[in-house]
């Protein structure tokens, strides 16, 4: 079967092919970055430091955050700026709400797609050509990214960026959004050469789906370029370097699994709910839910089925209490997303992606059980599992 946009595993393996990949890329990305953003990175990280406006982050991170903005102003730019009036503050407010409130979501989600699609998209998304002239011009699309709803995490990353960025002059910032663009420009076409083989269907499915997803919640979502998806990839990678030690010492862990792993539909499924998710009752021996859980229990780790939207604070730890250690599981399309909050809710987590995505809710109309590389997982859940030369998820120092 035709993979509906992207595959890590397209005839070999995920673990011998996608993950060296994207090791070797994200290796290069940084590398390139030396000369290019890093250099602004660097100063933000100071610029952080002396506010204590946050805890600052590796600066790997940083580097990440600036190319997801130059990506970001490509492909959502045009369609911020031509937003001439909206309810940003209840749209945005809309997006907290239905992670509180699980029981309105239905009808939440139905205001919020008529809501985004009249307000949120005057214009069809396409390339942004021109850099930002000024700073209203990212604090525009910060909003406007809230307000979706989808890129809720992205925007919260960037309220300190703004600050910063307050403090140049107009010359100042014009030379450094030319930087981050010249690098997002060079990402996008060399991302295309070297993971481009994981993303073939990508852009057809864009192309056929523009005017079915119109009024559905989760547009941004599905409809995301193939650039996107490879900046998800390396934005996963980094990530797992970053946080692996924080990670790596905690003493109890979980794997938070996305319902659409289960080898039977939601009302089928055995498993018992409870507040935090749904355990596993390992009713189908062929379900990769259930693979997990045995998995979990060789090995010493839980296992959860969280929706798409749960409110990740909850494995946040309590006053007096060990942190848990969490690896989030998820498509390509929201997993960096996913990250984002766990760390803004200081969780010490990893991420490992869903070899391809498949749900009936997003992506197609039957939906069929998604899957991981369980080596993948073992190698960052298990901590005899270290990793090895040709997998590096630890930063390195150049
Ligand atoms: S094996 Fe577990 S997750 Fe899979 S359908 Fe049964 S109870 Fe649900």
Same mark, same amino acid.
């Given at each position: !079967?035709q993979?509906?946009?992207?595959?890590?595993?397209?005839g070999r393996?995920a673990?011998?092919t996608?993950?060296?990949?994207v =090791?070797?890329f994200?290796?290069d990305?940084?590398?390139r970055?030396?000369?290019t953003v !890093?250099?602004i990175?660097?100063?933000?990280t100071?610029?952080?430091? /002396?506010?204590?406006l946050?805890?600052y982050?590796?600066?790997e991170e940083y580097v990440y955050?600036?190319?997801n903005?130059g990506?970001l102003?490509r492909?959502y730019?045009?369609?911020?700026?031509a937003v001439?009036?909206a309810p940003?503050?209840? !749209?945005a407010?809309?997006g907290e709400?239905?992670?509180?409130?699980?029981r309105l979501?239905p009808a939440i989600?139905?205001?919020r797609?008529?809501?985004?699609?009249?307000f949120?998209?005057?214009?069809?998304?396409?390339?942004?050509d021109?850099?930002?002239?000024e %700073?209203a011009?990212?604090e525009?699309?910060?909003t406007?990214?809230?307000?979706?709803?989808?890129?809720?995490e992205? =925007?919260?990353r960037?309220i300190?960026? @703004?600050a910063? @960025?307050s403090?140049f002059? =107009?010359?100042?910032?014009?030379?450094?959004m030319?930087?981050i663009?010249t690098f997002?420009?060079w990402f996008?076409?060399?991302?295309t050469?070297?993971?481009?083989?994981?993303t073939?269907?990508?852009d057809?499915?864009?192309?056929?789906? @523009?005017?079915?997803?119109r009024?559905?919640?989760d547009r941004?979502t599905? %409809?995301r370029s193939r650039? /996107?998806y490879? @900046?998800s990839?390396?934005g996963t990678e980094? !990530?797992?370097?970053a946080?692996?030690?924080?990670?790596?010492s905690c003493?109890?862990?979980?794997?938070?699994a996305p319902?659409c792993?289960?080898a039977?539909?939601?009302? /089928?499924?055995?498993?018992?709910?409870?507040?935090?998710?749904?355990?596993?009752?390992?009713?189908e021996?062929r379900?990769?839910?259930?693979q997990?859980? /045995?998995?979990?229990?060789?090995?010493?780790?839980?296992?959860?089925?969280?929706?798409?939207?749960?409110d990740?604070?909850? *494995?946040?730890a309590?006053p007096?209490n060990e942190?848990?250690?969490?690896v989030?599981?998820a498509?390509?399309?929201?997993?960096v997303?996913g990250? *984002?909050e766990?760390?803004r809710?200081?969780?010490p987590?990893?991420c490992?992606?869903l070899?391809q995505?498949?749900?009936?809710?997003h992506?197609h109309e039957?939906?069929?059980?998604?899957?991981i590389?369980l080596r993948a997982?073992?190698?960052?859940?298990v901590?005899?599992?270290?990793p090895?030369?040709?997998y590096?998820?630890k930063?390195?120092i150049f």
């Amino acid at each position: !079967m035709q993979p509906i946009t992207y595959k890590l595993n397209p005839g070999r393996s995920a673990f011998s092919t996608y993950y060296l990949d994207v =090791a070797s890329f994200t290796d290069d990305v940084l590398v390139r970055s030396r000369n290019t953003v !890093m250099p602004i990175a660097e100063s933000y990280t100071d610029f952080l430091k /002396e506010s204590r406006l946050e805890d600052y982050r590796t600066v790997e991170e940083y580097v990440y955050e600036l190319l997801n903005l130059g990506v970001l102003w490509r492909s959502y730019g045009n369609t911020a700026l031509a937003v001439q009036i909206a309810p940003f503050s209840t !749209m945005a407010h809309l997006g907290e709400w239905r992670k509180t409130h699980p029981r309105l979501k239905p009808a939440i989600d139905f205001l919020r797609g008529i809501l985004l699609s009249f307000f949120l998209v005057p214009i069809p998304c396409r390339r942004t050509d021109y850099a930002p002239q000024e %700073l209203a011009d990212i604090e525009r699309l910060v909003t406007w990214l809230e307000a979706t709803g989808d890129f809720r995490e992205d =925007a919260f990353r960037y309220i300190r960026l @703004l600050a910063y @960025l307050s403090m140049f002059s =107009a010359e100042e910032f014009s030379k450094t959004m030319k930087t981050i663009l010249t690098f997002a420009d060079w990402f996008e076409d060399e991302s295309t050469l070297r993971m481009g083989g994981y993303t073939p269907n990508v852009d057809g499915f864009v192309e056929r789906n @523009l005017r079915s997803y119109r009024w559905r919640i989760d547009r941004f979502t599905c %409809l995301r370029s193939r650039t /996107e998806y490879h @900046l998800s990839m390396i934005g996963t990678e980094i !990530m797992n370097r970053a946080h692996r030690e924080e990670f790596d010492s905690c003493g109890r862990k979980t794997v938070l699994a996305p319902g659409c792993m289960r080898a039977r539909s939601e009302r /089928e499924c055995k498993g018992v709910k409870s507040p935090k998710g749904i355990r596993c009752a390992g009713c189908e021996s062929r379900c990769h839910i259930n693979q997990l859980r /045995e998995m979990g229990v060789r090995d010493g780790f839980d296992v959860m089925i969280i929706p798409h939207s749960a409110d990740l604070s909850q *494995w946040s730890a309590k006053p007096g209490n060990e942190p848990m250690g969490v690896v989030g599981v998820a498509c390509l399309s929201v997993l960096v997303q996913g990250g *984002w909050e766990l760390k803004r809710n200081n969780v010490p987590a990893q991420c490992v992606l869903l070899n391809q995505c498949g749900c009936k809710s997003h992506w197609h109309e039957e939906g069929f059980p998604t899957e991981i590389d369980l080596r993948a997982l073992k190698q960052i859940v298990v901590p005899s599992n270290p990793p090895s030369l040709t997998y590096p998820f630890k930063i390195r120092i150049f």
